[in-house]
């Protein structure tokens, strides 16, 4: 079961609920971590955890792609905070996660990822291109 409000974020409560266990602890240092995406209320957009989880380790962890791994692949991950990137439609960002980037190593998360989550890490891409 999820535990987010009518924006679809994800409560902190169920987060430290879980700092007890192994995973909540791993959870807990993300959101420790975050800096302007989690709100005085402390609610996260769930966007952000899987961008975390599975994209920060190339795009970096603001979007720009400077990541830890950036430096090891053939073509750098884009700047998700530049204009020319934010000018994409959503569908063109939706089939870059979902199916790839051709001639890169960005790959599918089609069959990884539910359509869901795929929106949730869309959104939270936008969101980095409103960073100042």
């Not at 609920?17 to 709100?39: C, D, E, R, S």
């Not at 430096?71 to 020319?84: E, G, R, V, Y």
């Not at 599918?108 to 359509?115: D, K, V």
Request: proline fraction near 5%.
């Amino acid at each position: 079961m999820r535990h987010m409000d009518s924006r679809g974020r994800i409560s902190l409560t169920l987060i430290v609920t879980m700092a007890g266990t192994a995973a909540g602890t791993v959870v807990l240092a993300f959101l420790l971590a975050i800096t302007p995406q989690v709100n005085w209320a402390g609610e996260v957009h769930p966007g952000k955890l899987i961008y975390d989880l599975h994209c920060a380790r190339c795009h970096g962890p603001n979007g720009l792609g400077d990541g830890p791994q950036a430096s090891h692949l053939k073509i750098t991950p884009p700047n998700f905070q530049s204009a020319t990137f934010q000018s994409r439609s959503d569908e063109q960002m939706l089939d870059s996660i979902e199916f790839g980037e051709a001639r890169t190593q960005m790959h599918a998360w089609r069959g990884r990822l539910t359509e869901e989550e795929l929106r949730e890490v869309m959104a939270y891409v936008r969101r980095l291109g409103s960073t100042p």
